[in-house]
């Protein structure tokens, strides 16, 4: 058995550690996912819903002491962990309560008047046991809000969420623990790599990954060895084009916060800000002013937190590294504040090109790269020059153009005027393009994305054959021909009338 050191990123502490589920440990969680779930899927929606319902109420009445938690686990300052935590997390389970039943309930749809005399509609069924996988940046939003969608939908949930925050993983098994799920629902897996190794092979019947580009890759890879579905949700290396006609302070501010927000851990952090020529050192000189006065620490009136994870600080130091070795200007920050904790300075970086990793690569951290352009060609063939599309942002007064260049942006997620909140809307389907990965969660789409979609035709004809049944007479080629020109033929038109009684002198 393994077990994972649990570190205070903000100081520096080790403050515990946590148990790794062996393999034997993942079976048997897998044995008990597959026992819960005929009674979950046959318990009604409303049933299910009330769980949630318990649950967000939890997570409001305890909401100072989880933020206490999760703070301490990932360096984030305690707004930031309401807002995007509990807050979001609340959120989503409200869209639930109140739209999964319009979202879920079976879809009466048209048939062809060539399928006279059925009926059709779609039913939503759960898929089975899902296993998530998640990621640090957010690691509690992360891990319940796709934990909630796939037991809303009816199926039950293995969790592993990331080993970098090992205290929110033990907070979620305490809360699902207190709000008495029916046994077997849902679980939680603490561990790391291996763990989820052993999650992949206890065989769930869908998996939904949060993470890297490189770990999805991995798990698709397992994945395939047994036709397991795959959604997978990665990184970003997110542009934002600033026209010189935007409301420049508050695209200023909004770049400022957009990068350094959570101390820039997020999928969809400002990494790339492409600003109009005209503008560029307007821009330039308010970002580095702004940037220069944020307050960094993990105090009540602090700004920017600590980073999560060592590995991720590495990644940062390395990025930055690397562009100044290529000729690019730090205009602020760079350097890591205090030698035992995970702080770093937010940093502005200009004269950067898309030769440098800081331009190409995901830097997950609190650092801004800018560069200027002169045309609105030039802008989005820069902001498109990714292996990545999670989420872009476009400012400008002019409503057309913010059309016009939005049509072309090659991104999952587009914002006007703002940035990152597209995912803050349990309405909008939420996911990437390109390597960002690909399914869609939130929105009716990610609800019924966690279901199988099951065609049902019913039909009400009392005759002993059907149109195209055998035995095949020359007298059906004919009336299918003819239904074939009416039906779809240039200037016909036939009536329900008449295709009720054609079948009729057919089927005599
Ligand atoms: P990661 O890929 O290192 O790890 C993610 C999870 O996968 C962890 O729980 C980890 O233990 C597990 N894992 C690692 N190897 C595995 C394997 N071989 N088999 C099964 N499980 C395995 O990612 P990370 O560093 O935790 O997260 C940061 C990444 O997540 C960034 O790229 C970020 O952009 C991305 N992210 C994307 C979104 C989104 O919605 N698109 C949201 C948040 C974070």
């Given at each position: 058995?393994?077990?994972?050191?649990?570190l205070?990123?903000?100081?520096?502490?080790?403050?515990?550690?946590?148990?790794?589920?062996?393999?034997?440990?993942?079976?048997?969680?897998?044995?008990?996912?597959?026992?819960?779930?005929?009674?979950?899927?046959?318990?009604?929606?409303?049933k299910?819903?009330?769980y949630?319902?318990?649950?967000?109420?939890y997570?409001v009445e305890?909401?100072?002491e989880?933020?206490?938690?999760?703070?301490s686990?990932?360096?984030?300052?305690?707004?930031?962990?309401?807002?995007?935590?509990?807050?979001?997390?609340?959120?989503?389970?409200?869209?639930?309560?109140?739209n999964?039943?319009?979202?879920?309930?079976?879809?009466?749809?048209p048939?062809?008047?060539?399928?006279?005399?059925?009926?059709?509609?779609v039913q939503?069924?759960?898929i089975?046991?899902?296993?998530?996988?998640?990621?640090?940046?957010?690691?509690?939003?992360?891990?319940l809000?796709?934990a909630?969608?796939?037991?809303t939908a009816?199926n039950?949930?293995l969790?592993?969420?990331?080993?970098?925050?090992?205290?929110?993983?033990?907070?979620i098994e305490?809360?699902?623990?207190?709000?008495?799920?029916?046994e077997?629902?849902?679980?939680?897996?603490h561990?790391?790599?291996?763990?989820?190794?052993?999650?992949?092979q206890?065989?769930?019947?869908?998996?939904?990954?949060?993470?890297?580009?490189?770990?999805?890759?991995?798990?698709?890879?397992?994945a395939?060895?047994?036709?397991?579905?795959?959604?997978l949700?990665?990184?970003?290396?997110?542009?934002?084009?600033?026209?010189a006609?935007?409301?420049?302070?508050r695209?200023?501010?909004?770049?400022?916060?957009?990068?350094?927000?959570?101390?820039?851990?997020?999928?969809?952090?400002?990494?790339?800000?492409?600003?109009?020529?005209?503008v560029?050192?307007?821009?330039?000189?308010?970002?580095k002013?702004k940037?220069?006065?944020?307050?960094?620490?993990?105090?009540?009136?602090?700004?920017v937190g600590?980073?999560t994870?060592p590995?991720?600080f590495?990644v940062?130091?390395?990025?930055?590294?690397?562009?100044v070795?290529?000729?690019a200007?730090?205009?602020?920050?760079g350097k890591?504040?205090h030698?035992?904790?995970?702080?770093?300075?937010p940093?502005v970086?200009?004269?950067v090109?898309h030769?440098?990793?800081?331009?190409?690569?995901e830097?997950?951290?609190p650092?801004?790269?800018?560069?200027?352009?002169?045309?609105?060609?030039?802008?989005?063939?820069?902001a498109?020059?990714?292996?990545?599309?999670l989420?872009?942002?476009?400012?400008?007064?002019?409503?057309?153009?913010?059309e016009?260049?939005?049509?072309?942006?090659?991104?999952?997620?587009i914002?006007?005027?703002?940035?990152?909140?597209?995912?803050?809307?349990?309405?909008?389907p939420?996911?990437?393009?390109?390597?960002?990965?690909?399914?869609?969660?939130?929105g009716p789409e990610?609800?019924?994305s966690?279901?199988?979609?099951?065609?049902?035709?019913?039909?009400?004809?009392?005759r002993a054959?059907?149109?195209?049944?055998?035995?095949?007479?020359?007298?059906q080629?004919?009336?299918?021909?003819?239904?074939?020109?009416?039906?779809?033929g240039?200037?016909?038109?036939?009536?329900?009338?008449?295709?009720?009684e054609?079948y009729?002198?057919l089927?005599?």
């Amino acid at each position: 058995m393994g077990y994972i050191d649990i570190l205070n990123p903000s100081t520096g502490e080790m403050i515990g550690s946590m148990e790794e589920k062996t393999k034997e440990e993942v079976t048997l969680a897998m044995e008990q996912a597959r026992a819960a779930f005929p009674s979950w899927k046959e318990l009604s929606l409303s049933k299910r819903l009330d769980y949630m319902k318990q649950l967000r109420e939890y997570l409001v009445e305890h909401a100072d002491e989880l933020v206490e938690k999760i703070a301490s686990d990932t360096g984030k300052v305690h707004i930031e962990a309401l807002m995007s935590e509990i807050f979001a997390t609340v959120d989503f389970i409200r869209y639930y309560e109140k739209n999964a039943d319009s979202i879920l309930k079976p879809k009466k749809v048209p048939t062809p008047l060539v399928l006279y005399g059925r009926h059709s509609e779609v039913q939503y069924r759960p898929i089975g046991v899902v296993a998530i996988i998640s990621p640090w940046n957010n690691p509690f939003q992360l891990s319940l809000v796709p934990a909630i969608t796939a037991l809303t939908a009816g199926n039950t949930v293995l969790l592993k969420p990331s080993e970098i925050t090992p205290l929110t993983s033990l907070l979620i098994e305490e809360i699902l623990t207190t709000v008495s799920f029916p046994e077997g629902v849902v679980q939680v897996l603490h561990g790391g790599k291996k763990t989820g190794k052993h999650l992949i092979q206890s065989r769930p019947d869908k998996i939904f990954f949060t993470g890297s580009v490189a770990t999805g890759k991995k798990i698709m890879a397992a994945a395939a060895e047994h036709l397991i579905p795959v959604h997978l949700e990665l990184g970003g290396k997110d542009p934002m084009i600033i026209f010189a006609d935007a409301d420049l302070e508050r695209a200023a501010n909004a770049a400022v916060w957009g990068a350094f927000t959570n101390a820039g851990q997020s999928c969809m952090s400002v990494e790339r800000l492409y600003v109009e020529f005209s503008v560029y050192g307007a821009v330039i000189s308010r970002l580095k002013e702004k940037a220069e006065q944020l307050r960094i620490g993990n105090g009540a009136n602090d700004d920017v937190g600590s980073m999560t994870s060592p590995r991720q600080f590495k990644v940062v130091q390395e990025h930055i590294a690397d562009a100044v070795s290529k000729g690019a200007t730090l205009l602020c920050g760079g350097k890591q504040l205090h030698d035992d904790t995970l702080h770093f300075e937010p940093t502005v970086l200009v004269d950067v090109n898309h030769s440098m990793k800081i331009m190409q690569e995901e830097t997950l951290g609190p650092v801004i790269a800018i560069m200027p352009f002169s045309s609105e060609e030039e802008a989005v063939r820069l902001a498109n020059d990714s292996v990545y599309g999670l989420n872009c942002s476009i400012w400008t007064r002019d409503t057309k153009k913010a059309e016009r260049i939005s049509r072309q942006m090659e991104y999952g997620n587009i914002c006007i005027n703002d940035v990152m909140i597209n995912a803050a809307n349990p309405h909008l389907p939420f996911g990437g393009i390109k390597q960002s990965g690909f399914g869609r969660y939130h929105g009716p789409e990610g609800l019924l994305s966690f279901c199988h979609s099951v065609s049902v035709t019913h039909s009400k004809n009392s005759r002993a054959k059907d149109l195209n049944w055998y035995p095949y007479e020359q007298d059906q080629l004919e009336a299918i021909r003819k239904i074939l020109h009416t039906l779809h033929g240039k200037n016909k038109k036939i009536s329900p009338k008449e295709i009720k009684e054609l079948y009729e002198k057919l089927m005599k």
